[in-house]
């Protein structure tokens, strides 16, 4: 059970079932409607505009996103933060800039490289030993 504080009322409650507490659900809901509709209508418009249009917390608009209820790119302009370095982030699911995605690809090549290295020597290692092993046999008086 993964008790957390619920964002709209700071109760405690289970976050299994739902991002807020069963209290808020219908607070929620009212509230995901009224961005949908200005949505539906406006489009172009950033999570700012919609807050401002619908009354709606801007960080209820996020955890939105967040759960994946929403879904239009304008709604994200300049609001997610690459969590590295802090900069406009590619998009809500990858959460890096274009910078930090490059440097983290570069660090896996990296470690797969190592790791590959690692098991070649201990190929390697094993095959010595294997080799002194046999010699070892082959002296053995049978």
Same mark, same amino acid.
């Given at each position: 059970?993964?008790? =957390?504080?619920?964002?709209?009322?700071?109760?405690?409650?289970?976050?299994?079932?739902?991002? =807020?507490?069963?209290?808020?659900?219908?607070?929620? *809901?009212?509230?995901?409607?009224?961005?949908?509709? =200005?949505?539906?209508?406006?489009?172009?418009?950033?999570?700012?505009?919609? /807050?401002? *249009?619908?009354?709606?917390?801007?960080?209820?608009?996020?955890?939105?996103?967040?759960? %994946? $209820?929403?879904?239009?790119?304008?709604? $994200?302009? %300049?609001?997610?933060?690459?969590?590295?370095? %802090?900069?406009?982030?590619?998009?809500?699911?990858?959460?890096?800039?274009?910078?930090?995605? *490059?440097? $983290?690809?570069?660090?896996?090549?990296?470690?797969?490289?190592?790791?590959?290295?690692? *098991?070649?020597?201990?190929?390697?290692?094993?095959?010595?030993?294997?080799?002194?092993?046999? /010699?070892?046999?082959?002296?053995?008086?049978?």
């Amino acid at each position: 059970m993964a008790l =957390v504080k619920c964002p709209r009322c700071s109760k405690l409650f289970d976050k299994i079932r739902s991002p =807020v507490c069963t209290r808020c659900m219908d607070d929620e *809901e009212r509230d995901y409607d009224k961005v949908r509709e =200005v949505l539906n209508a406006q489009p172009d418009l950033d999570a700012e505009q919609v /807050s401002g *249009e619908t009354e709606v917390p801007i960080d209820c608009i996020m955890r939105m996103i967040e759960e %994946g $209820l929403l879904a239009n790119a304008a709604l $994200l302009e %300049g609001k997610v933060k690459c969590g590295m370095c %802090g900069a406009p982030a590619i998009s809500a699911s990858k959460r890096l800039c274009q910078a930090c995605l *490059e440097k $983290l690809n570069a660090r896996v090549t990296q470690a797969q490289a190592q790791i590959k290295m690692e *098991e070649k020597k201990d190929i390697q290692v094993g095959d010595y030993l294997g080799g002194i092993r046999q /010699s070892f046999e082959n002296k053995r008086p049978g």
